[in-house]
């Protein structure tokens, strides 16, 4: 996928995120916040690219990663979320300048990057370092982005028309839910709390 379909998918992710209400986090998000947080890290993925947008940018840290882990390998796997996370959980105190809205917003982002690989014939190693592929190929980059650019567009206005807090979203829904455990078993890892 191209950058520019990377910058619409996050969008779209952002707005669907919020009228879905997937957490309470981001149910009440500022726009203002969610959105640049997502942006800010919906390119973040390919930085294991030495070509794509970013690595062009910051070549120094690009190369090494790519070398070590290629292309669509450790960066595109839940993994790198969980990784992320995890240091976000040690590392930011809890009166951190940084509104949870943001934190929220910057996950959203780099996990909409790797469900819009997942669009592409590639696909994704989402349980990385196993090498099985996760892709439901709709999109084929030989055929240009017009299809690309259509359908980001196209789930861009589907996010502005979701009607907010749809059943088995919003509060007490599956979404949070999931948000909770994950957040509780990375809680218990960071802790030592194996039980």
């Known amino acids: 996928m191209t950058a520019e379909g ?24 500022d726009w203002w916040h969610l959105v640049p947080a997502a942006l ?14 970013l690595g062009q940018r910051l070549r120094w840290l690009s190369h090494p990663i790519a070398r070590i882990f290629g292309h669509r390998g450790f960066t595109h796997s839940l993994l790198a979320v969980a990784v ?11 009166d951190w300048f940084l509104p949870a809205d943001v934190l929220q917003g910057m996950t959203l982002g780099y996990l909409s990057h790797i469900v819009a690989d997942m669009l592409t014939p590639a696909g994704v190693p989402l349980l990385w370092p196993c090498r099985w592929r996760f892709r439901l190929p709709i999109l084929n980059s030989q055929k240009g982005n017009q299809l690309e650019r259509a359908l980001c567009l196209a789930l861009v206005g589907y996010a502005l028309w979701f009607p907010p807090g749809m059943p088995s979203f919003g509060a007490n829904g ?6 909770n455990t994950l957040q509780n078993g990375v809680g218990r890892l960071v802790n030592g709390q194996n039980g």
């Open 6 to 29: 990377h910058i619409i998918f996050a969008i779209a992710s952002a707005i669907f995120a919020k009228r879905a209400e997937l957490t309470p986090v981001l149910a009440s998000a």
């Open 84 to 94: 992320s996370l995890w240091l976000f959980q040690i590392n930011v105190p809890a």
């Open 174 to 179: 599956w979404p949070e839910q999931l948000f």
């Open 40 to 53: 800010l890290t919906c390119l973040l993925p390919d930085i294991d690219h030495p070509k794509s947008v």
